[in-house]
């Protein structure tokens, strides 16, 4: 009898954490296709908030701040980000290792706004 609770608890675990892992990838392809989202970014977090404030010329640099992405236009001239509520600048005035940084961003302070 023992032995089958214990063949049960790690079959369960087994199960937990496959299906914890396969909605991970899940939840990180659903943020990665999105061209529409807010990311509230920390420079602590990863270096591409602090280059992204390089690539615009933002002196002093914020270590803290909310950024608002719109690639949804298929016109790369059109796309844009917004720092705050009202700093807009053009997506392409980021270098491609920021661009890429952003869209493929996955953590917890990334929300799909499309």
Same mark, same amino acid.
């Given at each position: 009898? /023992?032995?089958?609770? %214990? ?12 299906? %914890?892992?396969? %909605? &991970?990838?899940?939840?990180? /392809?659903?943020?990665?296709? &999105? ?7 920390? &420079? ?28 949804? /236009? ?20 980021? &270098? ?19």
């Amino acid at each position: 009898m /023992n032995k089958y609770l %214990s063949d049960t608890f790690l079959f369960l675990i087994l199960i937990t954490l496959f299906c %914890s892992c396969s %909605s &991970s990838k899940k939840t990180d /392809n659903y943020l990665k296709k &999105s061209k529409y989202f807010i990311i509230y970014a920390d &420079s602590d977090d990863d270096y591409i908030f602090s280059r992204l404030q390089d690539d615009l010329n933002i002196y002093p640099k914020m270590e803290r701040y909310r950024l608002t992405v719109d690639i949804r /236009n298929p016109d790369p001239a059109m796309n844009y980000i917004i720092i705050g509520e009202t700093e807009r600048f053009p997506w392409t005035k980021l &270098s491609e290792e920021v661009r890429k940084g952003l869209v493929n961003w996955t953590g917890s302070n990334k929300e799909r706004l499309d």
